[in-house]
């Protein structure tokens, strides 16, 4: 049968690098270097690159390109049933994180559009969580539609699934050739204008600046693995599912490696144009930087917003070029983490592509809904925290174990990917895949179930955020605990004759 495929090389690294390229490289990555040791955080950032990042990469890419499915089909072509329901853990660990990621999209959208007459006034916190989000009801409650998040959240999958509805080569690659240079462009201007700034230095001084004594600490190589981790889109079926439309003659090892730099650049970029506009805020407060320095949420929808607020000059279109920067970033994301489940479906029950788009990408469009009412907020937060603690993290630990000491397949997967790739893996891949990274990834996991632990001790409930057992129970542990379960029962049922005849040829 045959496989769709990306149209030139450079049309599959700029969606591998779209999909890497999120949100998180804007509001997570300058936030946890400048916490760990600013420019010395570089160290453990890139030993956790090439010992980590770019070895599950090119895993990733050879299990999609050699075994040519979706994460479940290549896991089942490459080990069977017992291999197959870790990739539908993956896909729909990628279904729940679609759900919420598009709200946020929304958000960015939204934004874009209140950066023209900086509708979100003086008082950014205020707005974003009572004016915009009308967050006023408990944890748990749905409260009513908030229709300024819902309308642009329609937009947002109309645009992802009108995309993935063209296909791989004329719908998600030429997608990705505008959005992008468009993001990277639009970025550059951002970054230039804001070292200009008064107290930019200061920013970049904060961000920059090397703190050695903190290289001993083991927290932040933690920190570094993880942040590795989550940022280059591994071990949630993504890079499987795009890898399996290169062309038989593909080189590998090349693609991960300059997917895995350019990630970190772009990143390494967002630090420099987030700091020196921290620096800039900071010094129009007269306050350090530490007191104006945030991630996620608050640091794009309230902390960039007043720094907006104090540019000298075309804050309305500097404004513009950041939100819509958030949301190109978010939209070649989304489109990568729909297109798993849509690969998936596809493949498993025999349906049209066409309907795959509609039925999954439907489904995840109508539970984000939820994330789109008075309390979406709180499910959000719950949701992320559970489906990335207990659900990426620990999806990668057990994809790597059971690669290379369940199914023993590394000497396979390094002899198909050297056959077409110039830079040969040898020793150091079989290392870090065998040992360095599931050592990290397991003190990672332990650290998540003790900081779990301890939470119990830190509030009156004993949860995350002090939320409600209840809530906690129904809108955290049970999504995560959905992925996988769902994930085993998915695996149930033979694929069609399509793709049950597949030969592995060494």
């Known amino acids: 049968m045959n496989r769709q495929q990306w149209g030139t090389r450079a049309g599959f690294i700029l969606a591998a690098v779209g999909s890497a390229v999120g949100l998180g490289n804007i509001w997570r990555f300058p936030y946890v270097a400048y916490e760990n040791g600013g420019g010395a955080f570089l160290i453990p950032y890139l030993f956790a690159l090439l010992t980590a990042g770019i070895p599950i990469l090119i895993m990733e890419f050879t299990l999609g390109h050699k075994y040519r499915g979706s994460a479940p089909l290549s896991f089942f072509r490459a080990g069977g049933k017992r291999a197959e329901w870790l990739g539908w853990w993956g896909v729909l660990v990628a279904f729940v994180i679609s759900t919420y990621y598009a709200v946020i999209i929304a958000w960015a959208m939204r934004y874009t559009l209140f950066s023209f007459n900086l509708a979100w006034g003086d008082d950014t916190e205020s707005f974003l969580f009572a004016d915009f989000l009308k967050l006023d009801v408990a944890p748990g409650e749905t409260g009513g539609i908030v229709w300024g998040v819902l309308i642009p959240l329609i937009l947002v999958w109309v645009i992802t699934l009108g995309i993935l509805l063209k296909g791989v080569k004329k719908g998600i690659e030429i997608a990705n050739r505008i959005f992008i240079p468009t993001l990277v462009i639009l970025f550059l201007i951002i970054v230039v204008r804001a070292v200009t700034l008064e107290g930019a230095a200061t920013g970049l001084?904060?961000?920059?600046?090397?703190?050695?004594?903190?290289?001993?600490?083991?927290?932040?190589?933690?920190?570094?693995?993880?942040?590795?981790?989550?940022?280059?889109s591994i071990a949630f079926a993504i890079m499987i599912t795009y890898s399996s439309y290169l062309p038989k003659k593909s080189d590998i090892t090349n693609n991960a490696f300059i997917t895995g730099f350019a990630n970190s650049g772009f990143e390494l970029l967002a630090g420099i144009g987030v700091f020196a506009a921290l620096g800039f805020m900071a010094t129009q407060l007269s306050v350090p930087v530490d007191e104006v320095a945030s991630a996620g949420v608050g640091l794009a929808f309230v902390v960039f917003p007043q720094i907006i607020n104090q540019f000298p000059g075309f804050n309305g279109f500097f404004g513009v070029l950041f939100f819509l920067s958030l949301t190109l970033a978010g939209l070649t994301s989304l489109?990568?983490?729909?297109?798993?489940?849509?690969?998936?479906?596809?493949?498993?029950?025999?349906?049209?592509?066409?309907?795959?788009?509609?039925?999954?990408?439907?489904?995840?469009?109508?539970?984000?809904?939820?994330?789109?009412?008075?309390?979406?907020?709180?499910?959000?937060d719950l949701a992320d925290y559970y489906i990335n603690q207990f659900g990426v993290a620990a999806v990668g630990l057990v994809e790597v174990i059971m690669v290379v000491w369940i199914l023993r397949k590394t000497n396979t997967l390094q002899t198909h990917a050297n056959l077409t790739s110039d830079i040969h893996l040898g020793g150091w891949w079989k290392i870090c895949l065998g040992f360095v990274t599931p050592v990290v990834l397991g003190y990672m996991m332990f650290g998540l179930l003790?900081?779990?632990?301890?939470?119990?001790?830190?509030?009156?409930?004993?949860?995350?955020?002090?939320?409600?057992?209840?809530?906690?129970?129904?809108?955290?542990?049970?999504?995560?605990?959905?992925?996988?379960?769902?994930g085993i029962l998915f695996s149930i049922g033979k694929w069609g004759k399509n793709y049950s005849d597949f030969k592995d040829t060494n």
């Open 205 to 232: 001084n904060a961000f920059f600046e090397p703190n050695f004594s903190e290289i001993m600490n083991p927290s932040v190589w933690v920190a570094a693995y993880g942040h590795i981790f989550f940022s280059l």
């Open 335 to 380: 489109m990568s983490i729909t297109e798993t489940y849509v690969a998936g479906v596809t493949e498993k029950f025999g349906v049209t592509r066409n309907k795959a788009v509609i039925l999954g990408g439907g489904l995840a469009a109508t539970i984000s809904i939820l994330f789109a009412t008075q309390g979406g907020l709180f499910f959000l």
């Open 450 to 486: 003790k900081l779990n632990i301890l939470q119990q001790f830190d509030n009156d409930t004993g949860n995350y955020e002090g939320y409600s057992n209840a809530f906690t129970l129904f809108g955290g542990v049970a999504v995560a605990a959905f992925a996988l379960i769902a």
